[in-house]
């Protein structure tokens, strides 16, 4: 118990504003709902935020992960792997929220 209150302690000045950040979000997403939130930020756009965040986007790609498992194989062995592995996990997880858990969500597509 003394670790995690050291843990807490020593991360306050992260943890308070996260904290601070989801509590609002939350709020907000339960009076106005996700499509409104959506198209609402949507309708503040620039054409640089338009370039920045669409390049942004494909860093998420799978090559992204191919080259960064890629490097790693030159630094280390194990981190390669453990990345990785850790890659394919949440791409598992992602897959089964979007197509089995949660089907019914829209996706920005269908704006």
Known sequence: MARIQKVILDNVFFILPFILIVVSAAFFLAIYGNNS???YLNRIHSPV????????????????AFILVLI??????????????ITL?????????????????DRP???
């Open 37 to 39: 939130i959506f198209l």
């Open 49 to 64: 935020a338009d370039f920045i965040f669409l390049n942004i986007t494909h860093l998420g790609d799978g090559m992204i």
């Open 72 to 85: 790693l194989l030159w630094i280390s062995l194990r981190e390669a792997l453990t990345f990785l592995a």
């Open 89 to 105: 996990i949440l791409i598992i997880i992602v897959t089964i929220l979007k197509r089995g858990i949660f089907p019914e969500f």
């Open 109 to 111: 597509l269908e704006y």
